[in-house]
Nanobody, 122 residues
Framework: QVQLLESGGGLVQPGGSLRLSCAAS????????MGWYRQAQGKQRELVAA???????NYADSVKGRFTISRDNAKNTVYLQMNSLRPDDTAVYYC????????????????WGQGTQVTVSS
């Protein structure tokens, strides 16, 4: 009963920018870490960026200095600001969140968004 709804993908020219959003909804007690993964055609899925509930961040080397991850805890939303986009950033981007869904159940589970296509091309 938890959904991650992504938005913001699209087609942009090299050097352009996009801002991805992912909002979690449903039976949420607490969201811990949130992050973004991507999978390009013919390649394995990779971590792009992650952010802990307290704000600590982690980035893939390939996006450091270009991408910024942030979150709005009041809105259960994580963002990925992508600047200076390159053709090799083209991929399906997936939102991920570690969520505790119950007051009485202590377990946390990984939830995934449906994926949003980002295409960087002239």
């Amino acid at each position: 009963q938890v959904q991650l709804l992504e938005s913001g993908g699209g087609l942009v020219q090299p050097g352009g920018s996009l801002r991805l959003s992912c909002a979690a909804s449903g039976s949420i007690f607490r969201i811990n870490a949130m992050g973004w993964y991507r999978q390009a055609q013919g390649k394995q899925r990779e971590l792009v960026a992650a952010i802990a509930s307290g704000g600590n961040t982690n980035y893939a080397d390939s996006v450091k200095g270009r991408f910024t991850i942030s979150r709005d805890n009041a809105k259960n939303t994580v963002y990925l600001q992508m600047n200076s986009l390159r053709p090799d950033d083209t991929a399906v981007y997936y939102c991920n969140a570690q969520i505790r869904t119950s007051l009485t159940r202590l377990s946390e589970y990984d939830y995934w968004g449906q994926g949003t296509q980002v295409t960087v091309s002239s």
